[in-house]
């Protein structure tokens, strides 16, 4: 019994050491578990809100880009036609495939500068629902999408995101800037507008109320453009406002795309306030103004521009009256045959003779006396006649005056080569005006001293030939 129980106490001994080892054990393996689970806890949170400095491409597409989507608010969609970029909604826009392509190389380039990593809110970066979305797509229809979200407090830095990588990307500011750039700048707004040379007419239509009729016309083999319609008769346009008008229609260029007209909006181009049109088929429509900017469109398009107000400034501001040549005969030395000036103290008869190769020999014949003139004398007298008939200002009632038949005081009638006459009278108004009608029609007044000391010079000169 006590061998038995000698081996009892030696097996409980033992017993007892290996039960000792196991704990230990599970103690030292437990705490070991605790410091991996707790390390790897750390790790877990450290990657949560680490930033770690990152220089790597954030575009990884490698297929040559054929779609681009660009929302923000609305989408615009382009489309690589060939060698174009074009608009499906809008097919009567033509984009700028150069800036098109360097803006998807300029996004090809971005690089990060920082990367963080799993982060559960977005929006702390600016990346939200609101936020400006690019879909990149390639020929095989792959793609690649970029979030663009906030700028840096220190405006160096701007965050991204893009569904091939995880996490949020700070990119350089400029970088950023490129992806903000506004799809409506690579349109370009080609107005084609006719060359100066080819224009034959031109209508300024103002707030459909009126509209100003240009025509250019041949007068004796020269160009002039004429006012047609506003007045009872057509009138030649002054020089330097013809040349004006035509620089101002030369230099008119689109600003960018604004939009497409809707039931909502229609940028004033319903009723537009000017409308230019240009030959047959070209025509401007000028809407409401927003800043230094003016909403135009082209024919009937529904695409919207905008362009600098100035132009509209400068068409609105031509006036019919202010336009017109003030001189009543513009007369050419080369196309005159016969000019007869009549007053109450008599007439004054000027014949031009030509001789050959279109040399001219004149004379002026009056009722009382021959005064022979040279070529240069006989210009002189001409152009005094042509300044002196001189518009002063258009009548107010020009109906009421045309209804008295009342008596010339001065007649003048001017006879060209191909025999087309032209009869002016002269109408005594008051001390400044004669009312001026021409082939029976009265619309303005002209200045009364330039008519009377026309007829002093023409009375002077017979007296020296006496």
């Not at 800043?291 to 600098?308: A, H, I």
Request: proline residues 2%.
């Amino acid at each position: 019994m006590e061998n038995h129980h000698e081996v009892l106490k030696t097996g409980g001994t033992r017993m007892k050491k290996k039960m000792g080892i196991v704990l230990l054990l599970g103690i030292i393996l437990g705490g070991a578990g605790m410091i991996y689970y707790s390390t790897q806890s750390k790790m877990t949170m450290g990657q949560a809100i680490g930033k770690e400095e990152v220089a790597q491409k954030l575009c990884t597409l490698e297929g040559n880009v054929v779609r681009i989507e660009i929302k923000r608010g609305e989408t615009t969609i382009l489309e690589k036609e060939h060698q174009n970029w074009e608009n499906p909604e809008h097919m009567d826009l033509t984009y700028d495939w150069q800036a098109v392509h360097e803006w998807l190389v300029a996004i090809r380039k971005i690089e990060s500068k920082e990367a963080i990593y799993k982060v559960e809110d977005e929006a702390q970066y600016g990346i939200d629902d609101k936020s400006l979305i690019i879909t990149l797509y390639d020929e095989m229809n792959h793609s690649q999408t970029f979030k663009v979200g906030k700028i840096t407090e220190d405006k160096q830095l701007f965050y991204m995101t893009t569904d091939r990588m995880e996490g949020v990307y700070a990119v350089a500011y400029n970088d950023g800037q490129q992806l903000l750039r506004n799809p409506n700048t690579f349109v370009v707004g080609n107005l084609k507008i006719p060359e100066l040379e080819n224009i034959e007419q031109i209508k300024l239509t103002h707030n459909e109320e009126y509209t100003l009729s240009l025509k250019k016309l041949q007068d004796l083999g020269v160009d002039k453009w004429s006012l047609m319609d506003y007045y009872k008769g057509s009138h030649f346009i002054q020089t330097e406002v013809m040349e004006q008008l035509l620089e101002t229609i030369k230099e008119m260029k689109i600003d960018s795309f604004a939009g497409a007209i809707t039931e909502k909006e229609d940028y004033g181009l319903t009723k537009p306030q000017l409308i230019l049109g240009l030959n047959q088929g070209w025509e401007l429509s000028f809407g409401k103004t927003e800043g230094d900017l003016v909403y135009v469109r082209m024919n009937d398009q529904s695409v919207v521009y905008t362009m600098k107000k100035e132009a509209l400034e400068q068409l609105t501001s031509y006036k019919p009256f202010d336009m017109i040549s003030r001189e009543v005969l513009e007369l050419p030395l080369s196309g005159i045959k016969q000019i007869v000036l009549e007053n109450p103290q008599g007439t004054y008869n000027l014949t031009l003779e030509y001789g050959e190769a279109g040399q001219v020999a004149t004379e002026i014949v009056s009722q009382l006396d021959e005064i022979a003139l040279n070529k240069e004398q006989t210009a002189e007298l001409i152009s005094t006649i042509s300044s002196s008939i001189w518009i002063e200002a258009a009548l107010q009632n020009p109906e009421i005056e045309q209804k008295e038949e009342r008596k010339a005081e001065i007649t003048i009638t001017c006879t060209l080569q191909n025999n087309q006459e032209e009869t002016i009278e002269l109408i005594p108004y008051d001390i400044n005006y004669y009312i001026l009608r021409v082939d029976g029609v009265t619309e303005f007044a002209v200045n009364k001293d330039k008519v009377t000391k026309l007829f002093s010079t023409l009375s002077h000169m017979k007296k020296e030939k006496k």
